[in-house]
């Protein structure tokens, strides 16, 4: 029997991060995660499958690609202005050098967190501050391919460090999709 959400409010949030619970929400993502074979929709039943698990507001997935950023779906509740898959929304990895170096030397963190990165995001983001808020690296084989980002509401409770060691656990499994995906893109871009 696999994994389904919690049923009322109180389970909701707290889950219990460990041992059987933790390995069958892990299990969840990577059967989610396995038919696909684009990146776009790998990328968005990722962070659906993600955004449920978490009990989080929204998710974005955002790539580096050479030394830029780029924004490749949001999910959940989003800003009027945000569209699920951004077209062309790339900006260099040193418009946000606080988010890169945290990320490319694979590490997470928290809105709660007194870290530049928290800083930086809340000085520089164009909307509405989330309440809470989390950043963790997508990571396969060593190489960091870009940010899953989480967000819940003022009304929800905030993410603690245990969220963010699951959190960390589910964008690897992302992060071990994505070489062959691209691979696969490759492979079809070549035949076509």
């Given amino acids: 029997m696999g994994w389904t959400p919690p049923q009322n409010a109180a389970a909701r949030y707290h889950r219990g ?26 990328a968005y039943g990722a962070a659906a499958s993600i955004t449920e698990i978490m009990a989080a507001t929204s998710a974005h997935i955002t790539l580096i690609v050479d030394d830029q950023f780029c924004d490749l779906v949001n999910v959940g509740e989003l800003d009027p202005d945000q569209v699920t898959f951004p077209v062309n929304q790339f900006y260099p990895l040193d418009s946000f050098p606080a988010a890169a170096e945290r990320l490319l030397s694979h590490r997470g963190y928290l809105s709660t967190d007194t870290l530049a990165v928290v800083t930086e995001y809340i000085a ?18 060593g190489r960091v391919y870009g940010e899953l980002f989480l967000t819940r509401a003022k009304n929800e409770p905030g993410f603690t460090s245990e969220d963010l060691e699951l959190a960390i656990d589910l964008a690897t499994v992302l992060g071990g999709r994505i070489p062959a995906v691209v691979a696969m893109e490759d492979e079809a871009a070549d035949r076509a």
Wanted: aromatic share 6%; net charge negative; glycine share 10%.
């Fill in 124 to 141: 520089q983001h164009p909307r509405v501050v989330p309440a809470s808020f989390m950043g963790v690296p997508i990571v396969a084989g």
């Fill in 17 to 42: 991060w460990t041992g059987a619970g933790r390995s069958e929400m892990i299990r969840h993502l990577v059967i989610a995660v396995d038919p696909f074979e684009e990146l776009s929709s790998l």
